[in-house]
């Protein structure tokens, strides 16, 4: 329990390391079975190594299980205060513990982030873990760095170790990530997956969605999650916003918008955009009656309605006079309305006073519930 030296006084034993020294100790044994007996003394000198331990963190990657952890390896090693030097002697386990003012590693532990609380330190003095989060925007911002320390031996120096969370540290799909700003890596990982993994009528709608990138500064007239720019040849730009609550983990919502069933989830989102950017393609395409105008054959006037969609919903778009649903985002997101457009050989406005951009939205909308069915590609994965 205790240990005294020449000219050093009497140490106590504090988180399992005292100060590196020859020391004149005293042991006790005590049976409390046997009354009256003296308690049996022996003194002895040991030499005593002042253990402390280091924590290290390696490269945080993004986990290919389908639950796109951020996984950072932790390493512990024994090691001796005065130089750091690493005590390969030493085996024992080491207990470790989030000192983070947001917790990080206990949110969404159901759906695969974990913090293992023990570090086994066998041969050659080191051990190590993996610590897998899910964190998720705090207060409009990505989460804070995530904090760690040893609760069970001396720490190496007083500072803890910290963990960056939301990590940026490579291009995970080149081609279709854009590098304007910055993607995180979950985010580029998951839009991947939702690429690779399309087949059928998703695979079709994603092809002219060439590119992809987050913006959590949207400017415009409405806050919104997601945007497809529309680019030359037909081609479009989708920007997502990572804040969305509930987008690093899909844990969506059912909501109603324009009497249509959706899922307020990072999934659905990106296959509205993906069908924004199919309707702007079908625009070039040489597919309709010519009716000699200015434009391709599927938008002789040129304008955002078209004669053919082969991909369904397929009435929406039609480029005719035809009372149609339309869903007014700007006014009405929560009814349907209707509105008739001006046919094939008349500019339709994107905005006032035809406002084409609400039959766009429809179309997208019915698309979106049609596909979004909140599964993961990969057996076992985040959605299950």
Same mark, same amino acid.
């Given at each position: 329990r205790s240990a005294s030296s020449a000219g050093q006084g009497l140490y106590t034993v504090s988180h399992g390391y005292i100060r590196k020294g020859i020391y004149d100790v005293t042991a006790e044994a005590y049976c409390p079975e046997c009354q009256n007996q003296a308690k049996k003394t022996a003194a002895m000198t040991v030499d005593l190594y002042e253990v402390a331990i280091k924590l290290e963190a390696g490269e945080t990657t993004i986990s290919e299980d389908g639950k796109y952890t951020e996984d950072t390896v932790i390493t512990a090693t024994a090691v001796r205060m005065r130089d750091g030097s690493t005590i390969r002697s030493f085996a024992g386990v080491v207990e470790i513990e989030e000192m983070s003012l947001t917790p990080i590693y206990s949110q969404n532990t159901a759906h695969g982030a974990d913090l293992p609380t023990f570090i086994s330190i066998g041969v050659d003095g080191t051990g190590e873990v993996v610590a897998k989060s899910l964190a998720e925007a705090e207060n409009g911002a990505p989460p804070k760095e995530a904090i760690l320390d040893v609760v069970s031996h001396g720490p190496y120096y007083d500072d803890p170790l910290s963990i960056p969370q939301w990590i940026e540290e490579e291009n995970l799909d080149p081609g279709r990530s854009r590098q304007s700003k910055f993607n995180f890596d979950w985010f580029e990982a998951r839009v991947r997956d939702l690429y690779e993994q399309a087949s059928g009528d998703l695979a079709t709608v994603s092809v002219p969605?060439?590119?992809?990138?987050?913006?959590?500064?949207?400017?415009?007239?409405?806050?919104?999650?997601? #945007?497809?720019?529309?680019?030359? !040849? %037909?081609? /479009?730009?989708?920007?997502? =916003?990572?804040?969305?609550?509930?987008?690093? &983990?899909?844990?969506?919502?059912?909501?109603?918008?324009?009497?249509?069933?959706?899922?307020?989830?990072?999934?659905?989102?990106?296959?509205?955009?993906?069908?924004?950017?199919?309707?702007?393609?079908?625009?070039?395409? #040489?597919?309709?009656?010519?009716? !000699? %105008?200015? /434009?391709?054959?599927?938008? =002789?006037?040129?304008?955002?309605?078209?004669? &053919?969609?082969?991909?369904?919903?397929?009435?929406?778009?039609?480029?005719?006079?035809?009372?149609?649903?339309?869903?007014?985002?700007?006014?009405?997101?929560?009814?349907?309305?209707?509105?008739?457009?001006?046919?094939?050989?008349?500019?339709?406005?994107?905005?006032?006073?035809?406002?084409?951009?609400?039959?766009?939205?429809?179309d997208s909308y019915v698309f979106q519930s049609r596909h979004d069915t909140g599964k993961s590609a990969r057996t076992g994965g985040l959605y299950e």
């Amino acid at each position: 329990r205790s240990a005294s030296s020449a000219g050093q006084g009497l140490y106590t034993v504090s988180h399992g390391y005292i100060r590196k020294g020859i020391y004149d100790v005293t042991a006790e044994a005590y049976c409390p079975e046997c009354q009256n007996q003296a308690k049996k003394t022996a003194a002895m000198t040991v030499d005593l190594y002042e253990v402390a331990i280091k924590l290290e963190a390696g490269e945080t990657t993004i986990s290919e299980d389908g639950k796109y952890t951020e996984d950072t390896v932790i390493t512990a090693t024994a090691v001796r205060m005065r130089d750091g030097s690493t005590i390969r002697s030493f085996a024992g386990v080491v207990e470790i513990e989030e000192m983070s003012l947001t917790p990080i590693y206990s949110q969404n532990t159901a759906h695969g982030a974990d913090l293992p609380t023990f570090i086994s330190i066998g041969v050659d003095g080191t051990g190590e873990v993996v610590a897998k989060s899910l964190a998720e925007a705090e207060n409009g911002a990505p989460p804070k760095e995530a904090i760690l320390d040893v609760v069970s031996h001396g720490p190496y120096y007083d500072d803890p170790l910290s963990i960056p969370q939301w990590i940026e540290e490579e291009n995970l799909d080149p081609g279709r990530s854009r590098q304007s700003k910055f993607n995180f890596d979950w985010f580029e990982a998951r839009v991947r997956d939702l690429y690779e993994q399309a087949s059928g009528d998703l695979a079709t709608v994603s092809v002219p969605a060439t590119e992809y990138e987050q913006n959590d500064d949207f400017v415009g007239e409405e806050p919104r999650a997601g #945007e497809t720019e529309f680019l030359p !040849g %037909g081609v /479009g730009l989708v920007r997502i =916003d990572p804040l969305v609550s509930g987008y690093r &983990v899909e844990k969506a919502s059912q909501t109603t918008i324009c009497q249509i069933q959706v899922r307020q989830g990072l999934i659905g989102t990106i296959y509205h955009e993906w069908r924004h950017a199919y309707q702007w393609s079908l625009v070039f395409q #040489e597919i309709g009656v010519d009716d !000699g %105008g200015p /434009g391709a054959s599927n938008s =002789d006037d040129g304008d955002l309605l078209v004669d &053919v969609v082969p991909v369904a919903p397929s009435n929406y778009l039609l480029d005719t006079q035809d009372e149609r649903p339309v869903c007014n985002i700007d006014e009405s997101p929560t009814v349907r309305d209707s509105q008739s457009q001006n046919g094939d050989t008349v500019f339709d406005m994107y905005k006032d006073p035809d406002w084409v951009r609400y039959v766009l939205e429809i179309d997208s909308y019915v698309f979106q519930s049609r596909h979004d069915t909140g599964k993961s590609a990969r057996t076992g994965g985040l959605y299950e």
